[in-house]
């Protein structure tokens, strides 16, 4: 799963980057333990990040969604059931998988898909006790940009919000070696428009592990357990593997 994460840049970053149209609103975005929304009692902690969906006119258009999706017949109310992520299945078609999905099926009938920048991700060594987190970042480029799903829900009495699931798959050899059976979808570059608005064929197609050489990662202290820590530790880098 791809349940944690990391937010580190400006905004101007993020437009140049996924070549956004307009002026990037000015300041930075830092978060360097993110999770999604969770139940606090009878509250909710909401958590909201950026992404890009194809806006009205075609163009990509920076919004800001609820993490994790929220389907639009809860009437605005977190799930008690994890949908922080949509999980592709081994030797099946993401279309197949997804249509026995009710919480994400409606978001990938109607081409739902949007585009979420993220510094980097955690993920827990699942062999050892207790779990060794990595933070897994880049190699080379200077954010992931992930695959999601979104949908919109209205609760009752309120305003329409939007939010998003991300799309994971097989790992690469770098999420096996450090003991982890998922990754996110990771996007290229020459994917980014075809996941926003091409046809549910062509998104298909983009749903498949991350290459062997797009990805690097270190340990990092196990206080990135608590959603709540946000210390500078979390980006220390002993060597990397």
Same mark, same amino acid.
């Given at each position: 799963m791809c349940g944690r994460g990391g937010h580190d840049f400006s905004w101007k970053q993020v437009y140049d980057y996924l070549n956004l149209p307009g002026e990037a609103p =000015?300041?930075?975005?830092?978060?360097l333990n993110v999770a999604p929304s969770s139940r606090r009692g009878d509250e909710v902690d909401w958590t909201e990040l950026p992404a890009v969906v194809a806006g009205a006119s075609g163009q990509p258009e920076m919004v800001r969604m609820v993490w994790p999706l929220v389907p639009g017949w809860l009437k605005g109310e977190l799930p008690k059931f994890s949908t922080a992520n949509c999980r592709s299945e081994p030797g099946e078609r993401f279309s197949e998988t997804v249509a026995k999905k009710p919480t994400f099926r409606n978001a990938w009938r109607r081409n739902q898909r949007c585009l979420v920048p993220f510094s980097w991700f955690y993920e827990w060594d699942q062999r050892s006790k207790p779990k060794q987190p990595w933070r897994v970042l880049p190699a080379? &480029?200077?954010? #992931?940009? #992930? &695959?999601g799903l979104w949908d919109e829900t209205r609760p009752p009495g309120g305003a329409p919000f939007r939010s998003f699931t991300l799309v994971t798959t097989? =790992? %690469? &050899?770098? $999420?096996?070696d450090i003991g982890h059976h998922r990754a996110p979808v990771i996007l290229p570059p020459e994917g980014w428009q075809a996941w926003l608005s091409s046809t549910p064929e062509a998104a298909e197609a983009l749903v498949a592990p991350p290459?062997?050489? *797009? $990805?690097? &990662?270190? =340990?990092? *202290? *196990?206080?990135? %357990? %608590?959603p709540g820590y946000q210390e500078e530790d979390l980006r220390s880098c002993p060597v990397p593997f």
């Open positions: =000015p300041g930075h975005f830092r978060r080379d &480029a200077p954010m #992931l940009v #992930l &695959a097989e =790992p %690469n &050899a770098l $999420l096996r290459g062997d050489d *797009t $990805l690097r &990662a270190h =340990p990092v *202290t *196990t206080r990135v %357990n %608590n």
